[in-house]
């Protein structure tokens, strides 16, 4: 079974084991995990899922959505490790993932 860990600004970990399909932001919503908003429920138009992608075998490429509302951040972008968790799926995209969740969102 797939596991997203999660860190929070104060460095306190939780990592959690979710069925294949489950994105990051769901995943944190589900598992009442600080930081993760998900306003638009997934649909990559509002970036209050951004994460910091910690070490992790290779992600897919962002796509033209994502990189667009990873431009509108609350906290500052990292070009190497930003993503929207809504678009990170557990099973197809990765088996274990680290994500940092920034300060703030909104």
Same mark, same amino acid.
């Given at each position: *079974?797939?596991?997203?860990?999660?860190?929070?600004?104060?460095?306190?970990?939780?990592?959690? &084991?979710?069925?294949?399909?489950?994105?990051? *932001?769901? &995943?944190?919503? %589900?598992?009442?995990?600080?930081?993760?908003?998900?306003?638009?429920?997934?649909?990559? *138009?509002?970036?209050?899922?951004?994460?910091?992608?910690?070490?992790?075998? @290779?992600?897919?490429?962002? &796509? @033209? =959505? %994502?990189? %667009? *509302?990873? =431009?509108?951040?609350?906290?500052?972008?990292?070009?190497?490790?930003?993503?929207?968790?809504?678009?990170?799926?557990?099973?197809?995209?990765? =088996?274990?993932? %680290?994500?940092?969740?920034? &300060?703030?969102?909104?």
């Amino acid at each position: *079974m797939p596991t997203i860990t999660y860190r929070q600004p104060d460095g306190s970990t939780l990592s959690v &084991a979710v069925s294949d399909g489950t994105s990051v *932001m769901r &995943a944190a919503l %589900e598992n009442d995990i600080r930081g993760i908003i998900g306003e638009c429920g997934g649909q990559a *138009m509002c970036a209050t899922c951004h994460v910091y992608v910690g070490s992790t075998p @290779e992600l897919p490429p962002i &796509a @033209e =959505e %994502e990189q %667009e *509302m990873l =431009e509108c951040t609350a906290a500052p972008r990292d070009p190497a490790r930003s993503r929207l968790g809504c678009q990170l799926k557990a099973g197809s995209d990765f =088996e274990a993932i %680290e994500v940092e969740i920034p &300060a703030r969102q909104v």
